[in-house]
């Protein structure tokens, strides 16, 4: 701990090249500001070029709740390091600050060109917190619940075989919807719209919207399209009794095994992520940007290009 009392805790990606250069950049302008670094034990070797050179930092297990007492958590890398990220910043209620090493990074803040402005922003406080919707996921088989986790994306039931269907029976606030052969049911939050939900066919809901989606994906039936229902909705994802089994995927990372008659019930999360914002512009922005659309009429871009 330092003079200070202000500590933030370092989350990298594994396999990117700037990963070493960056990390160094924050080490020094934090150390420089009076501010302490936690690194997971983990990922310090990737960190630290051997055999001499030294970052000042303090090491820590993943699992001795290495996010609790710090300010904030400083991701460098894509939405995957950011997620990981979270699954240790959550418990601790701690927000998240992503800076982008990759390609997309639709939940990251900043850009790898601003990481010295984002860090400057860090030591000043010049940033505001976010509260962003999860979702809490239980799995039960023969009225017993066998497992529980969360996602801050989505929670996904897919097949467990390429040459396999899942059979899977949707219910929404304990009434049957529709029952269908697919490849999955996604269920996903706003957050999650611009993610797996969205290469699924799900529409895009702007995060501050209070909903929950369910997305089929490949889909045999007449009536498949996606559905967003209330935060107070419960929806249910039944795997066939008599199908095949089945995997329950959250957020890319946490896997449940679901065997037939598994039934998976999706609620709004009692704790949301935090996530740090440096700017204030709206998610219309953020949305044009991340997918570059273009936002100027056919006529005009005719005009110009002729």
């Known amino acids: 701990m330092t003079e200070s009392g202000r500590e933030v805790l370092l989350i990298v990606h594994p396999d990117r090249d700037t990963t070493r250069e960056a990390s160094g950049e924050v080490a020094m302008r934090l150390a420089a500001a009076g501010i302490g670094l ?10 630290v070029e051997p055999p001499n050179t030294e970052l000042p930092c303090a090491v820590v297990a993943p699992s001795d709740d290495p996010a609790r007492g710090v300010e904030l958590v400083l991701v460098l890398g894509g939405d995957g390091t950011l997620l990981r990220a979270a699954e240790l910043a959550r418990p601790a209620g701690v927000p998240v600050l992503g800076v982008n090493l990759g390609r997309m990074g639709f939940l990251t803040e900043a850009d790898y060109h601003a990481l010295g ?16 919707m999860t ?4 799995v039960a088989l023969d009225g017993a619940v066998v497992a529980r986790t969360w996602a801050l994306n989505e ?24 029952s269908f052969g697919c490849d999955g049911v996604l269920c996903s939050t706003p957050t999650g719209s611009t993610a797996y939900a969205f290469s699924a066919g799900g529409p895009i809901v702007w995060p501050d919207v209070e909903a929950l989606l369910v997305v089929p994906s490949n889909a045999h039936a007449m009536f ?12 249910t994802v039944q ?18 095994d ?10 709004a999360g009692e704790v949301p992520v935090r996530l740090a ?8 922005d953020r949305l044009v940007h991340k997918f570059s659309l273009p936002v100027t009429s056919w006529r005009e871009r005719h005009a110009r290009n002729g």
């Open 277 to 284: 914002r440096l700017w204030d512009g709206p998610f219309t």
């Open 258 to 267: 679901l065997v037939p008659g598994s039934r998976v019930r999706v609620v």
């Open 135 to 138: 979702v809490d996921v239980t």
């Open 155 to 178: 929670a996904s039931v897919e097949k467990c075989s390429r040459e396999r269907v899942l059979d899977a029976l949707i219910e929404v606030d304990g009434r049957p919807v529709s």
């Open 38 to 47: 936690r690194v997971l034990d983990d990922e310090v070797h990737r960190l």
């Open 239 to 256: 795997v066939d009794p008599d199908g095949s089994p089945a995997v329950l995927t959250c957020d890319g990372s946490r896997h449940v």
């Open 117 to 132: 402005d984002t860090v400057d922003r860090v030591v000043s406080r010049r940033y505001r917190i976010e509260d962003r």
């Open 224 to 235: 498949s399209r996606p559905l967003v229902v209330s935060r107070s909705s419960v929806i």
